[in-house]
């Protein structure tokens, strides 16, 4: 079996890795062709993943034909925001009946559309070949093949098997799901709650505080989970709960490290630009029109979008959150 990872940031280098020890055959596409060049050299990722040393196994190309050609897996590794475009590019590389696997935690703008939707509008695939992987997953971490766990969500149970079995290996335990919904949507509103928390730090707010953002992110979670079709248990488990913690509470963590850079006076933009991949600074906006959308109440989710898009000061996010009217722990949108 052969599978493409398409895209050399940190997670889709750290999977392709997993795929090669679990005993698939994988190749990464770069645009770049000097990081390919050394990713095949040297067996390292300078850019993203410095000092861990890769599998010899993994191969990689700046040709996305060369990438695409006999693949039986193609996962996508880019940033949300610019998938449609890569989709539109690669469509006519893909091999027929591959099994399409996305890999990224976001919203697309405009459209509200969840990766899996973006996939099978573009490519017109039957979302039985559309795969998500999802969980506390932090690249680095699994990279020097730390024990992690992980969710594989095909809405044919089939297809969640086969690519269990593809990405198996005695430091990555994957565990099989057939709510595709459920693990994207705990994959995506996870780090908006984990730019809370950095805020939180950054205010030299304790371990309270982030606790009760956690869970209370994950209430966020559930309830737009619930409107969506979600199975309620996914939130309990790795693509939910699990991924929430890990997101939140890591140092390693993108989001909530941006988090804490803007709490501490950071202007958003230099922020980005310091941190360009953490994607729940784009998913934020269409995370909230989506529950917007659907009269689904998510203040922390409000917080961080007023933050982020009109400059509220972390005191004032603060203070919007505090003041909220008193609710029962548990309610409906």
Not at 12 to 24: E, I, P, S, W
Not at 113 to 123: A, D, F, P, Y
Not at 213 to 228: F, H, N
């Amino acid at each position: 079996m052969k599978a493409a990872v398409m895209g050399a940031g940190s997670w889709g280098t750290t999977f392709g890795q997993v795929l090669c020890d679990a005993g698939t055959s994988a190749v990464l596409h770069s645009r770049r062709p000097e990081l390919a060049k050394v990713l095949c050299e040297l067996h390292e990722n300078p850019d993203y993943l410095p000092g861990v040393a890769l599998s010899p196994a993994l191969d990689a190309t700046c040709e996305a034909a060369e990438a695409l050609a006999g693949a039986d897996i193609v996962a996508f590794a880019v940033p949300a925001q610019s998938l449609r475009a890569n989709l539109l590019e690669w469509a006519p590389l893909i091999p027929p009946g591959a099994m399409l696997v996305s890999l990224i935690k976001g919203i697309e703008h405009g459209t509200r559309l969840r990766m899996s939707e973006v996939i099978t509008g573009v490519l017109g695939a039957d979302p039985g070949r559309v795969a998500v992987v999802s969980g506390p997953n932090l690249a680095r971490e699994i990279a020097r093949r730390q024990f992690a766990a992980t969710v594989v969500a095909c809405a044919q149970g089939d297809g969640a098997q086969a690519l269990q079995a593809a990405c198996h290996t005695p430091y990555f335990r994957p565990y099989t799901n057939t709510d595709v919904t459920g693990c994207e949507l705990g994959g995506t509103v996870k780090n908006i709650i984990a730019i809370a928390v950095g805020l939180a730090v950054a205010m030299g707010q304790a371990d309270n505080t982030k606790a009760a953002l956690i869970t209370r992110g994950l209430a966020e979670m559930a309830r737009l989970g619930s409107v969506l079709g979600a199975d309620p248990q996914t939130f309990a488990g790795l693509a939910g709960m699990g991924d929430l913690v890990a997101t939140c509470m890591s140092a390693l963590s993108r989001n909530r490290t941006f988090g804490e850079n803007v709490g501490r006076g950071m202007p958003v933009a230099e922020a980005v630009a310091l941190n360009p991949t953490a994607e729940g600074v784009a998913s934020c906006e269409p995370v909230l029109e989506l529950a917007r959308s659907r009269g689904v109440e998510m203040p922390i989710t409000e917080v961080v979008a007023a933050v982020m898009r009109d400059g509220v000061t972390v005191d004032v996010a603060a203070a919007m959150l505090a003041s909220r009217s008193a609710k029962p722990e548990w309610y409906g949108p």
